[in-house]
């Protein structure tokens, strides 16, 4: 087993096996002191990460404001919102990281990712997860308690809406009888399914049928047993391996060698540091990292462009 497999242009330029690329999450903006962000100069900062050559893009699944999770993300709809988006940007991968499945049916979400993988010429990723806002179910008159076994249901339904007339019974979401076709298709062989944390799913099973895994960031060696045993189950059985990716928040220094210092789910540093914080995480098998600067305190354009003339230069640019 030496490579990834071949899905489309978003991945295939995202994922290279045994690098690590950078993308970034949206909003591009700090909103430390709000759970809520502005979008100002959106599109503009949108353009920009797509012309410095970032990887991806990453916006979050967040059906409903609930104060008390600290973050509605982008606040627009994402499917809506990379539909626009494809049309302002050239190269840079276009992802969701993650529609929360049990929360959304899967003919509307294969109908929406499929529409915007068409639009951009097959770059979109689609991030997956059970969702973890206990308060959104009841909004839904969905059941929390059971989400494990939604995502799972809609997972299979997704992945029978790729074949044409698709037939699927036993799935409580919904039956297909062959008489009727989910349109459009992939603009590529597929969409690329990533699962994020476990979302109530066994390692196994995320190794048998993700087509990469999101996780948080853990410290070097927990981390580094976790990609190594899912690596481990996904060669048993198959002829590719799969990308491991994460995410970071950072407030990043202008003076390069700024000593790092903690933030939540990421770090206050300078560049140097950075750096060598990528290359170990590249070390144990991380493939990309989708940078967060909500809690970034300088001007947010020059700290985009301090990333790509200082930082991604030692990684994957191809």
């Known amino acids: 087993m030496s490579k990834f497999q071949k899905i489309n242009a978003g991945y295939n330029n995202t994922f290279q096996y045994e690098e690590l690329s950078i993308g970034i999450v949206v909003p591009i903006e700090n909103y430390a002191n709000s759970s809520v962000s502005t979008m100002v100069d959106h599109i503009k900062r949108v353009k920009l990460v797509d012309q410095l050559g970032f990887k991806a893009l990453w916006l979050r699944d967040v059906p409903l404001h609930v104060p008390s999770f600290g973050d509605a993300g982008q606040t627009y709809d994402p499917f809506t919102y990379l539909g626009f988006i494809a049309g302002q940007t050239e190269q840079i991968a276009l992802g969701i990281s993650s529609i929360a499945l049990p929360l ?14 068409q639009l951009s010429g097959g770059r979109l990723l689609l991030g997956i997860a059970s969702g973890d806002r206990a308060e959104e179910y009841p909004a839904l008159a969905i059941n929390y308690e059971n989400r494990g076994a939604s995502f799972r ?3 299979e339904y997704i992945k029978a809406s790729e074949n044409d007339f698709p037939i699927l019974n036993n799935n409580p979401l919904g039956i297909l009888d062959g008489k009727m076709d989910i349109l459009p298709k992939p603009y590529g062989a597929k969409i690329p399914m990533l699962v994020t944390g476990h979302s109530q799913q066994s390692t196994e099973w995320i190794a048998n049928n993700a087509d990469g895994w999101m996780f948080y960031p853990r410290d070097f060696h927990s981390q580094e047993m976790r990609i190594k045993e899912w690596r481990q189950l996904i060669s048993k059985s198959q002829e590719w391996s799969k990308p491991f990716m994460q995410p970071l928040y950072i407030d990043l220094m202008s003076k390069s060698d700024f000593k790092p210092q903690s933030i939540h789910l990421g770090i206050r540093t300078g560049t140097d540091f950075l750096i060598e914080y990528l290359n170990a995480i590249k070390s144990i098998g ?3 990292v989708a940078l967060n600067l909500r809690f970034n305190s300088a001007n ?7 990333l790509a003339e200082k930082v991604m230069p030692n990684f994957h640019t191809n």
Not at 104 to 117: C, E, F, G, L, Q
Not at 300 to 306: D, G, H, P, S, Y
Request: hydrophobic share 35%; aromatic share 4%.
């Open 286 to 288: 991380v493939n990309h």
């Open 300 to 306: 947010i354009e020059q700290t985009l462009k301090l």
């Open 153 to 155: 249901n809609a997972y």
């Open 104 to 117: 959304h049916h899967p003919i509307h979400v294969a109908k929406s990712v499929n529409t915007i993988d």
